[in-house]
């Protein structure tokens, strides 16, 4: 059984956990809490975006599709993606990585998640499986600052293991 830390529960990690790694366990538990996702790709300059079915594997997402949808010409033209999660959006990498029922970690995952679209769509003859490389997340929240209940942006740089906390009231021309 997989662990779900909510914001709440990141209050009781140890002291010697870092920002980086609160963040990381923070859209985690993000990414495990949900299944929907919006994925956008770019289609000779603009932006198409569809909702979608999703499983989680740490911070990997994995989502399964036509292979004839734009949505894969796009990919195959840039491998740029963006996914949203609620208040997470996710920067990343996308690669084709074959027929979602020949993954048993995405067979197992999606089983569990979301059982109805397994039924319906992971054995169907043009299905391919999406692997998206999360890069760099932006985390919408509030939080207690000094007493004060504020929004922030968290920005995670995932590769160079850095977080930027920015507190929105104090933004003067964007971030």
Known sequence: MESHITTEKLNFLPENFNDFE???LEIISQLDDNKIA???TLNNGLIDSCQMTYVSNGLDIYMQTDDR???ITNINNNDN???VVGNLSIQGKAILCGKPNESDLFV???KNKCYKTY???TNL???ILIKITSIRCKLWKFENINGQREEIIK???IPNKKVNTIICDRLKSGY
Do not use: T
Request: net charge negative; no cysteine.
């Open 81 to 83: 993606v963006s996914v």
């Open 155 to 157: 920005i995670v740089d």
């Open 125 to 127: 003859p043009h299905q």
């Open 108 to 110: 197992e995952k999606i």
């Open 119 to 121: 039924e319906n769509y």
């Open 69 to 71: 949808f734009e949505k």
């Open 38 to 40: 919006v994925l956008s």
């Open 22 to 24: 609160k963040a990381i």
